[in-house]
């Protein structure tokens, strides 16, 4: 039998467990202080749910699980081969959300603000930053069409991360539908803009010269295609710059808010920059769409935007909705690539047992908990391998009650 783990998912030694547990804590800590509640949803959906969801790629990667007993068999029986699988792992948070509100909106108040934290899965060619099985630390706010929940969000997203110590970073925004009228106005059709917004995602990878050969190999319109490339070699830098293009409008005006808005709140510690070429992949979005850019990782560690129709595939009506992830994992490996060590309120404790006095030291444990993390470890024949050992768990003190009453620090000094 292996002992490695499947391909894109991972073990966690316990030193690694204790940051990710103090990573999620200040987090949720974060999230609730602002009024956020947070809930629970299974990792399996209904994979009609699922297939349906407008999730872009993401829908593709859908880790499917078969049908049980007589319902498999009859399937395989009359050769309905793509009908095999009835629910499959979720691929994000926010189509089980929705499904949530949809059942339980009755109870709900709103703006229903929320908190969920996670595993997600995805059927990934597992490569770096890119797993299989990862958490999403995510917070939604349903029932309101103002652009105060996109502010709130942000911020709030933010605070988190300057908790947690994440060093510099910038939020990228952009609207879907700016960018829309955008392309509309260049010359491509409304069934177009969809495939287009494919293309132009690629920007930072193939550039302008390779979206431009994609719209071409997709046949567009080329006055269209020339249109566009001109808005690539012109790219607008602020939002003022998107006046000029596209003149007064109330998207404009809705971003412009949310961007001065932040500003403010950020007093300096974060940045908030516009940048048209931000698309993100999931077609669900409706409105504003926002990135976290690290200077300490390539890619993005974060992100999230508007939503209001997702909603609205389970009851038939559309509900307003925003929402913003953290990317949990690339911020854990940031933070673990750079030696970040958590702060334990509480010392660690070794208690060393011989043969024979094993209950005293449970006890012994008991009197001391409420001022030490404490473990208890049975003396070897090579005592100070142990104590090297406790060293490098992190453990402070040790005590040897056969020997003395004392609490010694593994540097020398008593505590």
Sequence with gaps: MKTTSVKGTNDFLPKDSALRDFLQSQIL????????????????????????????????????????????????????????????????????????????????????????????????????????????????????????????????????????????????????????????????????????????????????????????????????IENFENILKNMPQNVQDLKNICGEQEEIKSLEYIMNSVESLSEGKYSIRFDLSLVRGQGYYTGAVFEIESKDFSGSIGGGGRYDNLVGKFTGQNVPAVGFSIGFERIFSILKNSGKIVDEEKKKLAIIYDEGNFVECMKLSKQLKNKYNICLFERPKKFGKLLSKLEDMNFANYIVPTESNEIKSLKGDSK
Excluded at 101 to 123: C, D, S, T, W
Excluded at 126 to 150: A, H, L, M, T, Y
Excluded at 152 to 167: F, M, P, R, S, V
Excluded at 201 to 209: A, P, W
């Design 29 to 224: 800590t974060t999230y609730v202080s602002q009024g956020f509640g947070r809930i629970y949803t299974p990792v399996l959906e209904d994979i009609e749910n699922l297939e349906k969801s407008d999730g872009g790629d993401n829908v593709s990667l859908i880790f499917k699980v078969l049908k049980r007993g007589e319902k498999f068999n009859s399937a395989i029986s009359n050769g309905d081969f793509s009908n095999l699988a009835d629910i499959g792992l979720r691929y994000d948070l926010t189509l089980p959300l929705c499904r949530f509100y949809a059942e339980h909106k009755a109870v709900l108040p709103n703006p229903f603000k929320v908190i969920q934290m996670g595993n997600v899965y995805r059927a990934e060619r597992p490569q770096k930053g890119r797993d299989r099985e990862f958490v999403q630390c995510d917070i939604d706010i349903f029932g309101s069409e103002s652009p105060n929940c996109e502010v709130e969000l942000i911020d709030t997203t933010a605070q988190a991360l300057l908790k947690i110590g994440i060093g510099e970073f910038c939020i990228r925004i952009n609207d879907r539908r700016i960018l829309r009228k955008i392309l509309s106005n260049c010359g491509f059709a409304q069934k177009d803009l969809d495939s287009v917004c494919i293309s132009f995602d690629k920007l930072d990878k193939i550039g302008c010269d390779g979206v431009v050969e994609e719209l071409r190999e997709k046949n567009f319109d080329n006055n269209a």
